[in-house]
T-cell receptor
Framework: NAGVTQTPKFRILKIGQSMTLQCTQD?????MYWYRQDPGMGLKLIYY???????DKGEVPNGYNVSRSTTEDFPLRLELAAPSQTSVYFC????????????FGSGTRLTVV | QKEVEQDPGPLSVPEGAIVSLNCTYS??????FMWYRQYSRKGPELLMY????GNKEDGRFTAQVDKSSKYISLFIRDSQPSDSATYLC?????????????FGQGTTLQVKP
């Protein structure tokens, strides 16, 4: 009964490096989301997916990319990391279009130096 | 103007107090309303959701929605130190199939023994 699993939990990147944040869910949810959370700023939507093979941009997509080849996995790719991408990243999933809320992962804390 | 406004606090109360947490919003199309609780360095967890106006009760928690005032509230009765966390409101409109939620910035609550 894992729910939404995110890896890694922590990561330090140097400016210009790239990495992939992994997210997998075992609840057969069609809808998946990536948010970032900055202190005092709430949660901002980066990308979302309504099903395998379908992705779309959220509020703050610049500097990120996603793919959704399976229902279970929704990785987030950071290319050319910048200090502005220092944040806590949360992946979430929902069985329907968010009417009854999301299940969140435990987050990835990323620092870009 | 942000779509969802939430006082960040912090809010400090003694154990046993009744706590009132609030959000205002500007988009009259919002129909689904949720409250999440987030402990430090953890992912948000869904507390309650409501549809349209009215009240919903679950144990010590009561959620209220006043669509005419564009105002939602979460009440916590007999507050406990274990309720110390950040509380995030979230909402979405009644149409569309993306499931995107708009979050408030969160209110930090501390319940002192």
């Amino acid at each position: 009964n894992a729910g939404v699993t995110q890896t890694p939990k922590f990561r330090i990147l140097k400016i210009g490096q790239s990495m992939t944040l992994q997210c997998t869910q075992d609840m057969n949810h069609n809808y998946m989301y990536w948010y970032r959370q900055d202190p005092g700023m709430g949660l901002k939507l980066i990308y979302y997916s309504v099903g395998a093979g379908i992705t779309d941009k959220g509020e703050v997509p610049n500097g990120y990319n996603v793919s959704r080849s399976t229902t279970e996995d929704f990785p987030l790719r950071l290319e050319l990391a910048a200090p502005s991408q220092t944040s806590v990243y949360f992946c979430a999933s929902s069985p329907q279009a968010g009417q009854y809320g999301y299940t969140f992962g435990s987050g990835t804390r990323l620092t870009v130096v | 103007q942000k779509e969802v406004e939430q006082d960040p606090g912090p809010l400090s109360v003694p154990e046993g107090a009744i706590v009132s947490l609030n959000c205002t919003y500007s988009n009259s199309a919002f129909q689904y309303f949720m409250w999440y609780r987030q402990y430090s360095r953890k992912g948000p967890e869904l507390l309650m959701y409501t549809y349209s106006s009215g009240n919903k009760e679950d144990g010590r928690f009561t959620a209220q929605v006043d669509k005419s005032s564009k105002y939602i509230s979460l009440f916590i009765r007999d507050s406990q130190p274990s309720d110390s966390a950040t509380y995030l409101c979230a909402m979405r409109d009644g149409s569309g199939n993306t499931g995107k939620l708009i979050f408030g910035q969160g209110t930090t609550l501390q319940v002192k023994p």
